[in-house]
């Protein structure tokens, strides 16, 4: 919470310099779910259910160190505030790791390829774990407002879908643009080595150009009580305790099943643009600015939907208008509506099915993101701890897991219909990429629609929300006489 009620409101540029450094967690998302099981598969030519078991494991691996994390920056107490020392600390290593992942040593064996993937993997997602947990939890002490949230959740969104897509964008237009010795461009390995080094550079920019952009605000927020030392059990009862909160739960979820679905879409989308509508690198590189595209229109779309409708309800309708968007372009094909391969139109008819399931996609996201800041004050009544590192530390453990298992089903879906390494798109039978689009769509719907049910168990609305802020503030007033002081920055 903000400390100082007559703190001056966030302003555009405070909201844009927080926004832009998930573009180097988008930078980190792209490389994951859309290049790396292409590359190892068919460029570096490791089996695709050894690569996807590979990125799981990493994933999961990963995946533990949030809670950690996401505790440590609730607990540690500096002059630069608590979450601010460990997103600067995060920059090099995680842009240095992500570099290493795309330049494997030459002559290893696929188990070898696959522990290099797994260690260099694990490092890339938990040294972007020590910049992600801490700016997704500066979030609710940046402001208590009920709107300002959706906001400022919009601006994170839009500024992680700028990173990923603008990095696919240029990687599928320029870095892996067809040549004579690669007239599929996707299959050019130079192209992924450049996508690296230019990616580490954007990622290790973004999160420092974030980070102290973004430390002025910390002499408006008040250091919660030091916490006693206590031993992992009561630690660990106190985790239990914070996670037993309805809405959470409910989001968490929603999170697994949907979560699932996107990572699946995201590794499938390079295969289905390849293999089934046969599209090639410059046009796939029209396609990935759908995605940002609907990010950017989710930034105005967000904060509409969640004053009309509330959070919770204006993230489940837009969650089922993604996934009708999503299936659409397949169950059009099925049916014979679709253009065909090769037609001119077909590319902007998928690009605006897709653009529209992003605008529903991310604007749902940036809600239940924006619906977990909500959640801290709720728990902190509850509990009497603040803890926003490990509500956003669970979310991102839950969201790494499902996405992991996402890319993990997409392997193995790849690996059973019969897309072997170096199959050229060319001479492929088409009954293949069509198996795999008749398992992938039902999928799809069940995932998306599934999971936005379990919204209806979140219970927090713009009244009760006010009503929880005002009490903390009232608890505090009472007790001003044991505030810790407010530590100015560094300067």
Not at 24 to 34: I, L, T
Not at 214 to 238: D, M, N, S, W
Not at 240 to 251: D, P, Q, V
Not at 439 to 447: G, K, N, Q, R, S
Request: hydrophobic share 50%; aromatic share 14%; with cysteine.
């Amino acid at each position: 919470m903000v400390a100082d009620p007559t703190a001056p409101k966030l302003g555009f540029v405070t909201k844009l310099l927080y926004g832009a450094g998930s573009i180097g967690y988008g930078v980190k998302d792209v490389a994951f779910r859309s290049f790396l099981l292409l590359y190892y598969n068919q460029v570096v030519g490791v089996r695709a259910e050894l690569v996807s078991l590979a990125i799981l494991v990493a994933l999961v691996v990963d995946a533990i160190s949030d809670p950690l994390v996401g505790q440590w920056s609730d607990t540690i107490r500096t002059r630069w505030g608590r979450r601010h020392p460990l997103m600067i600390a995060s920059a090099l290593p995680a842009a240095g790791s992500l570099l290493f992942l795309f330049f494997p040593p030459a002559g290893m064996s696929d188990t070898q390829t696959f522990f290099y993937i797994l260690v260099v993997g694990c490092c890339v997602r938990t040294f972007i774990t020590f910049y992600e947990i801490p700016s997704s939890a500066l979030a609710p002490e940046l402001t208590s407002d009920y709107d300002e949230r959706t906001s400022i959740a919009s601006y994170r969104y839009f500024f992680a879908y700028l990173g990923g897509v603008g990095m696919a964008f240029l990687t599928l237009l320029v870095f892996l643009a067809p040549t004579e010795e690669y007239p599929v461009g996707q299959l050019n390995p130079g192209g992924y080595q450049t996508f690296a080094i230019v990616g580490a550079g954007v990622m290790l920019a973004a999160i420092l150009f974030s980070s102290f952009g973004t430390l002025h605000r910390v002499r408006y927020f008040k250091l919660p009580p030091a916490r006693e030392k206590i031993g992992a059990v009561k630690t660990l009862g106190q985790m239990k305790h914070t996670f037993s909160n309805r809405g959470f739960l409910a989001i968490l979820s929603f999170g697994v099943l949907k979560y699932t679905s996107v990572g699946m879409t995201s590794a499938l989308n390079i295969y289905f643009g390849t293999y089934f509508w046969g599209f090639n690198s410059a046009q796939l590189a029209i396609l990935t600015v759908d995605s940002l595209a609907g990010a950017f229109l989710a930034l105005f779309l967000a904060p509409l939907v969640s004053r009309k409708l509330g959070k919770r309800n204006a993230a489940f309708y837009l969650a089922i208008f993604a996934v009708i968007f999503a299936s659409a372009p397949y169950l059009l094909r099925f049916s014979g509506l679709m253009f065909e391969n090769g037609d001119p139109l077909l590319v902007a008819s998928v690009f605006a099915f897709s653009m529209l399931f992003q605008l529903c996609g991310v604007s749902s996201a940036v809600l239940t993101h924006a619906m977990i800041g909500d959640i801290v004050e709720e728990s902190q009544l509850a509990t009497g701890r603040r803890s926003e590192g490990l509500f956003y530390a669970a979310n991102t453990l839950m969201q790494k897991s499902t996405s992991g298992l996402g890319v993990f089903a997409a392997g193995l879906l790849v690996a059973f219909v019969g897309i072997v390494p170096g199959s050229d798109p060319r001479t492929i039978d088409p009954a293949i990429p069509q198996m795999l689009a008749l398992v992938y769509v039902p999928t799809l719907i069940v995932l998306y629609i599934g999971g936005a049910g379990f919204l209806f168990a979140y219970r927090i609305d713009r009244a009760s929300h006010e009503a929880n802020v005002s009490e903390l503030r009232r608890r505090d007033r009472s007790s001003a006489v044991n505030a810790d002081e407010v530590p100015e920055p560094a300067q």
